[in-house]
């Protein structure tokens, strides 16, 4: 046999699954045990040592689908963050980090270094100039995140880790937007790939989990502090995170497919003043997104020219407003009322965020419905709007 890899879905479904030796079902059998022999055996195991039957059987599998050597499974997409970047950082260090970043990695940051003596600053645009401009001394992480939250800005993965491996510093990415479907940057050279596996790789908006792939150096790295910390995830969740990841190649692809013929339809509709989508050849970072994304994504962002926003929400039967993304369900939201609302107006403004802004997670339905569902709320804010003139 010349065929040496395993593709997506075939790592998706297969890659780390654990054999049921005692009874040949088909799926990994679920070891809930917290307390495990210590004598006569290979590995010491406890749930917050990482290293459960399970939770070792789903790093790998998710190892395998960002190209990585290790992995680690958290408790959330945030304790992976804070894990990981703690682990790089200590007193009198500096970390710069990309401007737009998940509102609640932005608070950890402006919230919590200060009380660790950790410095840090944010690059003035997604340049790696900016990036190197913000490089000091004592610097040793640079921090990014793309598509970004939610205008969905791109940044340059290769460009950035470049810079990282050119001045010596650990490059961090936060990969949850594009999800190991649409894009592996430690291919473009990053040290350290972070998710919030409540978004994608869940993908049903029911699991509240977090992941970081890098090398086994990096990930032994990390995981000296996570036992520390113990923000390891559940093994009944893990299961049922391995058990999502199965179908997340599929469902991620019909994400891209519904996102990229939505986008063009409300990019074509004169009720829309302004669509933001990496695959719409108008978006700033389009082109950029060709080259180091396999597919643009399920999340764009919107705004409508004449008609209220939050009125139109409303009359959405489909599509639900919510919270959170990525799940197989189609839902909106308004960035300035809620992951941006502590923001004051001139913040947002400046980061290019209207009142007016509506992000869109688009989910597996038949795109058609989703088109219809638009068009019936559009009509009635629209009546709304002649019914007040009247
Ligand atoms: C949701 C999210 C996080 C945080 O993940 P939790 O699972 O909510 O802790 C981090 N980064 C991005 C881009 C996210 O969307």
Same mark, same amino acid.
């Given at each position: 046999m010349t065929h040496?890899k395993?593709?997506?879905?075939t ?12 009874f040949k079902?088909a799926?990994?059998?679920l ?9 006569d055996v290979?590995v010491?195991r406890?749930?917050?040592y990482f290293?459960t039957?399970n939770?070792?059987a789903l790093?790998?599998?998710?190892a395998?689908?960002?190209h990585?050597e ?11 963050v804070?894990?990981?970047l703690f682990?790089f ?9 990309q401007k737009?970043?998940y509102g609640?990695?932005?608070?950890l940051?402006?919230e919590e270094?200060?009380?660790?003596g950790i410095?840090y600053?944010?690059?003035?645009d997604?340049s790696a100039?900016?990036?190197?401009h913000?490089?000091?001394e004592?610097t040793?992480?640079?921090y ?9 800005t791109?940044?340059d ?8 491996k050119?001045?010596?510093l ?6 949850t937007?594009?999800?190991p479907v649409?894009?592996?940057p ?5 040290d350290?790939?972070?998710?919030s ?5 869940g993908?049903h908006?029911?699991?509240l989990?977090g992941?970081?792939?890098?090398s086994e ?7 000296q502090?996570a036992k ?11 299961w049922?995170l391995?058990r999502s990841?199965?179908?997340?190649g599929?469902r991620v692809?019909?994400?891209n497919e519904?996102?990229?013929?939505l ?5 074509k509709?004169?009720l ?5 989508y990496p695959?719409?050849a108008s978006h700033d ?5 060709k ?7 399920g999340?764009?962002?919107?705004e409508?020219?004449?008609l209220?926003?939050q009125a139109?929400? @409303?009359y959405l039967? &489909?599509?639900? !407003?919510?919270?959170?993304l +990525?799940?197989?369900e #189609?839902t909106? %939201?308004?960035p300035?009322? @809620?992951s941006h609302a &502590?923001?004051t !107006?001139e913040?947002?403004? +400046?980061?290019g965020? #209207?009142d007016? %802004?509506?992000?869109f997670s ?10 219809a569902d638009i ?5 009635e804010?629209k009546?709304d709007m002649l019914d007040?003139?009247?």
């Open positions: 040496k395993p593709g997506l879905n790592i998706c479904t297969h890659v780390g699954e654990l054999k049921d030796e005692q079902g799926v990994s059998p070891y809930m045990s917290t307390s495990y022999a210590y004598e290979e010491k406890y749930p917050r290293n039957p939770q070792q790093a790998q599998k998710i395998a689908l960002e990585g290790a992995a680690l499974i958290f408790g959330s997409g945030m304790a992976a804070s894990t990981s682990a950082l200590q007193k009198g260090d500096h970390v710069v980090l737009t970043l609640g990695t932005s608070n940051v402006v270094f200060e009380k660790f410095e600053s944010f690059a003035k997604l100039e900016a990036f190197e913000e490089i000091l004592n040793k992480v640079i990014i995140e793309t598509p970004s939250n939610p205008l969905l791109v940044t993965i290769e460009a950035v880790a470049k810079l990282a050119k001045r010596g650990v490059s961090m990415i936060d990969n937007f594009a999800s649409n894009q592996n430690i291919d473009f050279g990053i350290v790939v972070i998710h596996a409540t978004k994608y790789m993908g908006s029911d699991i989990a992941a970081v792939i890098s150096e990096k990930i032994d790295r990390i995981f502090l520390n910390f113990g923000g390891s995830l559940s093994d009944y969740t893990v049922l391995e990841l199965k179908t997340m599929l692809k019909a994400q519904n996102a990229q013929k986008a063009e339809y409300l990019e509709n004169e829309v003043q302004k669509v933001y695959g719409l970072g389009h082109e950029l997104a080259k180091q994304m396999h597919g643009f994504g999340m764009l962002s919107f409508l020219k004449d209220d926003s139109f929400m @409303t039967k &489909l599509i639900k !407003p919510s919270m959170s +990525a799940g197989v #189609s909106i %939201l308004s300035a009322k @809620t &502590l923001l !107006p913040d947002r403004a +400046a980061q965020i #209207s007016k %802004l509506m992000r688009v989910g597996i339905e038949e795109p058609e419905d989703l088109i068009e019936q709320a559009l009509e804010t009546k007040v003139r009247l």
